[in-house]
């Protein structure tokens, strides 16, 4: 079964964007390439509560995306931070293909509805070259968490990599798959 919003984007989306910026082969339009996920829990793995932290938003990302993360640890030390190189410090997936799709559909049709006080995302946060990252403060948004089994309130990065050259390109692929954007 083809994901929607793959759908979405082969019978709306590319027409629309080889009309508006006017593409002389359907192979040079955008598209979403990868979206990388990552939980930083950096202030709550201190100490004794470390690998308890841990595996919980490990088991909690892997609920959400459906693809076991890996976990990511310091690259060097800082006293001031309680840092140690070699510590586990968050967690990150990286989602290709169908789970791509399928974790984009719920980002913007279940989750990003929910997130309180949500007037649209900032069409400001673009990278240059095309990609976008988003920051939700709760992971509690995702309906696959369930609310009493949480102890710690994680928030999380999403990335969405896509092959455009430009922002302009990325923010009308962006919109064009749904992506809520709030007005300037």
Partial sequence: ???????LYMREVV???VEKFSYGNTMQVPKLEKIVVNIGLGRLS????QTKVIDEAVSELADITGQR????KARKSVAGFKLR??????????LRG?????FFDRLVNLALPRVRDFKGLSPRAFDGSGNY???IREHLVFPEIDYSKVQYNKGMNVSLITTSKTDAEAMELLAGLGVPFAEN
């Fill in 1 to 7: 079964m083809v994901p929607r919003i793959k759908t």
């Fill in 69 to 72: 993360p890996v976990i990511t």
């Fill in 85 to 94: 190189e070699g510590q586990p410090i968050g967690c990150m997936v990286t």
């Fill in 46 to 49: 201190e100490a004794g509560r």
């Fill in 15 to 17: 027409p629309a964007l």
């Fill in 133 to 135: 990252t988003l920051g």
């Fill in 98 to 102: 169908e789970r791509m799709y399928e």
